[in-house]
């Protein structure tokens, strides 16, 4: 079994900066990609931003220019820096990892309990 941890959501003003960090452990040979999805109220779960291991990115329309994903594939670990955060960007926060459990096996997806980020005044 694998297990997603992440820390830094909290409640921050418009225009403000959040650092988001999830670290997956357990039976891990290697992570393909880890990315960070958001689901608001009343709306369905989306793409933020998600990092190869390559250490190709994907942005949501809605966040380029503002947040920046990054990864330390020694320490699986991915996190996701937030600048000038809007009100829109308030939802709760999942990580996600595509975990290979040994060399034999396809990935597994794996999400971690979600952080909640509030950008309000």
């Known amino acids: 079994q694998v297990q997603l941890v992440e820390s830094g959501g909290g409640l921050v003003q418009p225009g403000g900066s959040l650092r988001l960090a999830c670290t997956a452990s357990g039976s891990i040979f290697r992570i393909r990609a880890m990315g960070w999805y958001r689901q608001a109220p009343d709306n369905q779960r989306e793409l933020v931003a998600v990092?190869?291991?390559?250490?190709?990115?994907n942005y949501a329309d809605s966040v380029k220019g503002r947040f920046t994903i990054s990864r330390d594939i020694a320490k699986n670990t991915v996190n996701l820096q937030m600048n000038s955060l809007k009100p829109e960007d308030t939802a709760v926060y999942y990580c996600?990892?595509?975990?290979?459990?040994?060399?034999?096996?396809?990935?597994?997806?794996?999400w971690g309990q979600g952080t909640q980020v509030t950008v309000s005044s």
């Open positions: 996600n990892a595509d975990v290979v459990p040994d060399y034999y096996s396809s990935y597994v997806r794996y």
């Open positions: 990092i190869t291991s390559s250490g190709n990115t």
